[in-house]
């Protein structure tokens, strides 16, 4: 009787084995199946997580060629601004020095109207080119 004892106890627990085994196993399927999905889900995350940060780099190559084109832009309309200024300076210039000649011509069509040589007897024959000279040159300056 003890060895039927043995044996049943022996089957007992093997079956408990086994049913606990099959159990394990079961469980470990499934964790492994839950796994797999996890590390598809991770797997999709990070493909998505690259591709953003492919995105972002573009995007920041693209921002960086539209600053330097807008640098551009800013660069050339001071340029623009410049010589804008630069031509209006040289324009309030040219008046400023056609005003001058304009009263200096006057002046010296004046004096010349205004000169009298009634009374003056010019015996060398030199002050009347002289005069006339002078005045050429101060009207045409």
Known sequence: MDERL???AQALLTGYDTALSRQWRDED??????????RQKELQYNEAQHSFIEEQ????QEDIQQRN???ARVLWAR???KNR???????????AISTL????SGFALTAFLQFDFG???DTSGVVYPLFGVTMALTVSR
């Open 6 to 8: 043995v044996e049943a």
């Open 57 to 60: 780099q573009m995007w920041r």
């Open 119 to 121: 009374e003056f007897h």
């Open 79 to 81: 340029y623009v601004e």
């Open 101 to 104: 000649a304009a009263l200096i």
């Open 69 to 71: 084109l807008d640098n």
């Open 85 to 95: 200024r630069d031509v209006e300076e040289k324009s309030e210039q040219l008046k």
């Open 29 to 38: 399927r499934k964790w492994r199946q839950e796994d797999m999905c996890w």
